[in-house]
């Protein structure tokens, strides 16, 4: 069963960042297209930006573009996301899937989702 274990979570201010980690778990995420999401607290999940096996493609939500970076490194079999100019918009719990590919996302994830990390974006 493939699991993604996500980290780097935490309180932040306004205007402040963040750096959020995917990594897999018993199986390598180079063959995998990867996307993130976030589920705020009584709203449903929605996609937040995936990234394809090479990395060379991307995608991000409306809400996010100009202000969160999707990237991978392959050889450290980990998925990022660069969270800037946070907003508490922002705050939810963010959670990343793997997909054959970024054209499959949102809606066919291959992953079991994963306990996600926190993100709260308070003053």
């Known amino acids: 069963q493939l699991q993604l274990v996500e980290s780097g979570g935490g309180l932040v201010q306004p205007g402040g960042s963040l750096r959020l980690f995917c990594a897999a778990s018993g199986f390598t995420l180079d063959t995998y297209a990867v996307g993130w999401f976030r589920q705020a607290l009584g709203k449903e999940r929605e996609g937040v930006s995936c990234?394809?096996?090479?990395?060379?493609?991307?995608k991000y939500a409306d809400s996010v573009k100009g202000r969160f970076t999707i990237s991978r490194d392959n050889a450290k079999n980990t998925v990022f996301l660069q969270m800037n100019s946070l907003k508490p918009e922002d705050t939810a719990v963010y959670y990343c899937?793997?997909?054959?590919?970024?054209?499959?996302?949102?809606?066919?994830?291959?992953?079991?989702w994963g306990q996600g990390t926190q993100v709260t974006v308070s003053s």
């Open positions: 990234i394809s096996i090479s990395g060379q493609g991307t």
């Open positions: 899937a793997t997909f054959r590919a970024c054209l499959y996302y949102p809606n066919v994830p291959l992953s079991s």
